[in-house]
């Protein structure tokens, strides 16, 4: 599969994703997919296809108005890195936490290898501390005072 196509994937997916759609997952997504992310606070990461789609389901039901955007598109190979920021409001509840009404932005980093036109692997690094603070669930520290 060419870089384009790859690339094409990743917003199509994304698009189907933001219309709240998770069974992009398994249009785009390898059945023997290997999931690499970290563990979620109080939680277990997901490593296969259908624990990805259990615990994206879940967020999705957590932030329903889910709409992501793609901030950049790095091909190599078979391998796509990317960058995307996520904008949603926290109406339904996250595991064991309650809806909080809170509007959250946030962003992560992800890397997918594909092989016969669907993702076989990916790692993800989400900036987890900054949801959880803007859920409320730990406090924001105050910036520093510029010139102290």
Do not use: C, Y
């Amino acid at each position: 599969m060419h870089n384009e196509e790859n690339v094409a994937l990743i917003h199509r997916f994304v698009a189907g994703f933001n219309a709240g759609n998770p069974d992009v997952i398994d249009e785009f997504m390898s059945s023997a997919l290997r999931v690499h992310v970290p563990a979620p606070p109080g939680g277990s990461a997901p490593t296969t296809r259908a624990e990805l789609t259990a615990s994206l389901s879940a967020i999705l039901t957590a932030l329903p108005d889910w709409h992501e955007t793609v901030d950049v598109l790095v091909p190599a190979g078979d391998k796509v890195a990317w960058r995307w920021t996520l904008t949603a409001t926290n109406l339904g509840p996250l595991g064991p936490i309650p809806p909080s009404g809170r509007p959250v932005h946030f962003s992560g980093i992800e890397i997918w290898r594909f092989a016969a036109g669907q993702v076989v692997e990916l790692w993800n690094e989400t900036d987890v501390l900054g949801f959880i603070q803007q859920l409320g669930l730990i406090p924001t520290p105050e910036p520093a005072l510029a010139g102290v």
